[in-house]
């Protein structure tokens, strides 16, 4: 064992147990020296830094790392909130949790992630784990690779996030309950949700047959409220005196409610010293269901006063729709690997493992509409309006009129206020009446969507075999050699489903059952009042709706249908080496991989047909033959790798790491399937027929599709760090690191024509009597403003948008990353307890079109305070990164892209453990009390064109009382 590593072992010993990674043996030698040693044992936030400090010093790569103390002891309901705090990564919020993990700039669907060093699956439409599915109470410790080594198999260009649970062996014995109540502080807006839940797990880890068999289990149930109130618009738009307007309001109070279930299983036997073999499960049940309800409105004004984005005003012609949408997302996820490593001999070893992986999603999201009465029922006179005030934070009412009965169920109509059934024009006759609207003319298809329930299906299943033989070198340099070869196989897919809703009182209305109701909702804090709450799934349940399959009637929801495959084959050596020269000690590892991919998709290019349905000229709902589509293709790369550490004095190190990264194109991006969609809006179907007109305006048509085709993300990478390591619990780190972007997946467009499709053979996708409209009433239309007289056919422009997704994107990224971890001790003995704990990234991205990487924000910081006096510690922290590109499930359940707004979050934690209190029975325990997002931080997206605040998600502080009871 050299004499560098051996010292930093014992840095981490001193400081509490090790963790083993899957397969690792602590060899004899090592063993019977650390017997000999007196160990000192520094807990809480102290000791977890301590530990994480001994890891980052020994190892060659750039890494960060954070253990039990920092996950199991805080306590974050997942892993997410501690890999938050970590220098250089920064967390994103899903619905009030942190979900994501953005690396260096870099989002979570390009780095990898693993568990117990198999590459990990997660339940979205992509490759990014959602981390807050992994319960922070099965885990031991997490380990995050900045820069990459050969025998990493599961990598990216952001980096590298490996999970780790616990080997049995490696741990003593214990029992361990862990339960906690939470509470948020904000109740409820929706009336049949609370603002409270809990956590509960118990964990057991034994050892039998004198210590060569262990069993970890650990079973973890969690139920977690979310509340939240979501101010958002449609869009903005200016005004002929330069006022900024919303051109629709969409805001809603949103309360859904975590459940999950998860189950971790280890068993580990080791017969002798040669043979270690460890069986992991893992199963987690998971659902995050609730409502979303609220008010959507076109938005017209009059009498405004004011300019640019303050002003005043009221808006007229209110004919709102009370949204309600409730929603029921279920998945699952296990994996099972095993491990099994056998020692030649002292020198050589050979490890297998294997592991597979599944895991499945239903995302349901059910509409229902309500409003005055049924759209074309009332005469525009008859619907109402509100007084408003518009600033650069959005828009507010103070006052309306003619909208009382959005607070009475018995006034209030089930039904759609808004003429959106367009996409039912293929079921033409199915609404057919000779009733009449208010205008005089009959009802037809477009007043007849009254609801409409989303939902995509998920599925994923990967396959992973590895094969690694090592060995230790007597050479003088070269101390190790590391070599093998990893086979995985994936198969996601993505069936997206929809149905238009109709109720059976079509084309008349009535009011809701009272049955439905629940009571009232919550919308002043808008200006909107209160709103009728009722169960929004029960008109789907009980039959008042009439469903139309929307897959065979919107031609994107066939066209995000997929399946996609890959197999990849790798390669990859590794040798480590050691020098010492003029009191310097050098060490690091020298490899390469050979990468060997196989990727396919199969899908349809949805397209209307004749009979105004998508992809079924049989009517046989079968989609035809003529639109599936099946691409594929084959390529390999070589990643080299070279990581160096010097120590060129006692604890001072520089470390230095060039190597070749990849990151396979996201999931959605390779999909085969397309759609050709055309907006039924006669403002766009009367656009005329040039190419200037399209240029100004826009066209009706629109065609997009995926790449089956598309090669991974590639990135060159060179990094410098300076560690000065000036006590066992503190250090401080300065970083940089450049990464030349020599493939990035773009955005392509390009003009076609839709009467005669140069991309696809020609195609003619005009279909006469659907993609045209006869005009009813002589008048301008369109933006253009062109005249038609009753009875002309207006037809529209020949020209759209065809967009897709190519290779061939190049960019840089480079930033710096300072980090401290600095007891106060240092600097009195009377400061003894008091530390800190802080990190700053800043980071510069330039892809050579101006758009940027999802993920990343130019500047993120990390600030940990504590204190901790024997059993008694309180800490505060506090996160923040600036504005930054992420993606989101928008329209039909496809993912489009927002920008989110600077946050800033603070969570803070008082505990006390009872192990030196005298008691015996208590010395087990640990009673802890925290808070997160106690700054009470908004999530905002704001407007490109305008910068005015185009959403806004406001979920307040939420409070943990915790128990952690081991013997």
């Not at 199963?283 to 009059?302: E, K, Q, V």
Request: proline share 3%.
């Amino acid at each position: 064992m050299n004499l560098k590593m051996f010292k930093a072992s014992m840095v981490a010993i001193s400081v509490s147990s090790v963790f083993a990674a899957p397969g690792a043996m602590a060899q004899q030698s090592d063993e019977a020296n650390l017997q000999e040693m007196e160990v000192i044992s520094v807990s809480g936030i102290r000791g977890a830094l301590a530990r994480s400090q001994a890891e980052k010093m020994d190892a060659a790569s750039i890494i960060e790392s954070i253990s039990a103390e920092d996950i199991g002891k805080l306590p974050d309901s997942s892993i997410a909130e501690s890999l938050a705090r970590l220098p250089g990564l920064a967390g994103e919020r899903s619905g009030g949790r942190t979900s994501g993990i953005s690396i260096r700039g870099f989002k979570e669907d390009f780095t990898g992630t693993s568990l117990n060093g198999r590459e990990l699956i997660g339940i979205g439409d992509n490759r990014g784990v959602e981390y807050d599915l992994y319960p922070s109470e099965i885990m031991t410790g997490a380990t995050i690779y900045k820069t990459t080594q050969a025998d990493l198999m599961v990598q990216g260009i952001g980096g590298t996030v490996d999970l780790q649970t616990v080997r049995p062996l490696q741990a003593e014995e214990s029992y361990t309950i862990n339960t906690s109540y939470e509470v948020g502080e904000r109740d409820s807006d929706n009336p049949e949700f609370g603002n409270e839940g809990h956590r509960l797990a118990v964990s057991i880890n034994k050892k039998f047959a004198d210590d060569t068999v262990g069993f970890a289990l650990a079973l973890a149930t969690t139920t977690s409220p979310n509340n939240q109130r979501n101010y958002g618009v449609w869009g903005y738009g200016t005004n002929e005196e330069g006022q900024i307007l919303p051109t629709g309001i969409s805001s809603h109070v949103i309360s859904t409610e975590l459940e999950r279930d998860t189950i971790s299983g280890v068993l580990q036997y080791r017969p002798s010293d040669n043979l270690d073999i460890v069986l992991d499960v893992l199963s987690i049940d998971y659902s995050d269901s609730g409502i979303r309800r609220g008010i959507i409105d076109p938005f017209t004004a009059i009498n405004v006063t004011g300019s640019g984005a303050n002003s005043t005003g009221t808006q007229v012609n209110a004919n709102s729709v009370l949204r309600t949408d409730p929603r029921q997302k279920d998945g699952e996820l296990s994996t099972f690997g095993i491990n099994a490593t056998y020692f030649l001999n002292d020198n050589w070893s050979i490890e297998l493992d294997a592991a597979n992986s599944e895991s499945e999603k239903r995302d349901l999201r059910g509409e229902s509409y309500a409003g005055l009465a049924r759209s074309g029922a009332l005469d525009p006179s008859e619907y109402g309006s509100r007084e408003f005030i518009m600033s650069p934070d959005g828009i507010e009412f103070t006052d309306s009129t003619g909208l009382d009965s959005f607070s009475d169920p018995a006034l209030l109509q089930l039904a759609g206020p808004q003429s959106w059934g367009g996409g039912m024009a293929s079921l033409a006759e199915q609404f057919e009446t000779d009733v009449l609207q208010a205008n005089g003319n009959p009802f037809s298809y477009l007043n007849g969507q009254d609801g409409f329930l989303n939902f995509a299906d998920f599925s994923e299943e990967l396959t992973t075999v590895k094969l690694e033989l090592s060995g230790l070198l007597d050479g003088e340099i070269f101390t190790k050699i590391t070599t093998g070869v990893n086979y995985s196989d994936r198969y996601k897919d993505k069936i997206n489903k929809g149905f238009f809703a109709t109720a059976e009182s079509y084309p008349y209305s009535e009011s809701i059952p009272s049955e439905y109701v629940y009571g009232t909702a919550d919308l002043t804090w808008m200006g909107l009042g209160e709103v009728v709450a009722y169960d929004g799934f029960r008109p789907y349940e009980d039959g008042t709706y009439t469903q139309n399959d929307a897959g065979l009637l919107e031609p994107d929801r066939l066209g995000d249908t997929y399946e996609v495959e890959e197999e990849v084959l790798t390669l990859y050596a590794k040798a480590d080496f050691e020098y010492g020269f003029n009191d310097m000690f050098l060490t690091g590892n020298l490899g390469v991989q050979y990468v060997d991919t196989d990727q396919s998709s199969v899908g349809s290019i949805a397209v209307i047909g004749s009979n105004f349905k998508v992809c079924d000229d049989n009517d046989d709902n079968v989609v035809d033959e003529s639109c599936l589509v099946s691409m594929g293709d084959s390529y390999s790369h070589i990643l080299p790798s070279l990581n160096l550490s010097l120590e060129f004095a006692e604890g001072q190190f520089f470390k230095f790491a060039a190597n070749k990264t990849i990151s396979r194109a996201r999931i959605d991006q390779m999909k085969a399937s397309g759609f050709v969609k055309f907006t039924l809006n006669i403002d766009q179907i009367t656009i005329p027929n040039s190419q200037e007109a399209v240029e100004n305006y826009g066209s009706p048509w629109s065609k997009f599709t995926g790449n089956p085709q598309l090669r991974p993300l590639e990135s060159n990478n060179i990094d410098l760090s300076y560690e000065n390591y000036f006590s066992d619990e503190g250090y401080f780190a300065l970083a940089y690191f450049y990464k030349d972007l020599v493939n990035w997946t773009r955005d392509g467009n390009q003009l076609i024509d839709f009467t005669n499709d140069e991309t696809n053979g020609g195609a003619n996708y005009f279909v006469p009597g659907f993609h045209d409209r006869v005009i009813e009433t002589d008048g301008i239309y369109g933006p253009a403003n062109v005249y038609y007289e009753a009875g002309d056919i207006a037809t529209p422009p020949d020209l759209g948008t065809y967009s897709f997704f190519e290779d061939g994107l190049e960019g840089k990224v480079e930033g710096i990353e300072l980090t401290a971890n600095v007891p106060f001790n240092t600097f009195s003995t009377v400061l003894d307890g008091f530390g800190t704990a802080a990190s700053f990234t800043y980071v510069d991205a330039e892809l050579e079109d101006g758009s940027r990487i999802p993920g990343q924000s130019d500047k993120s910081y990390s600030l940990t305070v504590y204190y901790q006096y024997e059993g008694f510690e309180v800490r505060v922290a506090t996160t923040h990164r600036t504005d930054f590109l992420t993606y989101q499930r928008g329209g039909s359940n496809k993912i489009e892209e927002a920008t989110r707004s600077d946050v800033t979050l603070v969570d803070a934690q008082i505990s006390y453990d009872f192990a030196d209190s005298g008691v015996e029975y208590l010395e087990g325990l640990r009673v802890s009390l925290s808070g997160t997002n106690l700054a009470d931080e908004d999530e905002e997206t704001t407007d490109d064109a305008t910068g005015v605040v185009s959403s806004r998600r406001q979920f307040g502080p939420t409070y943990l009382l915790n128990l952690n009871y081991s013997f």
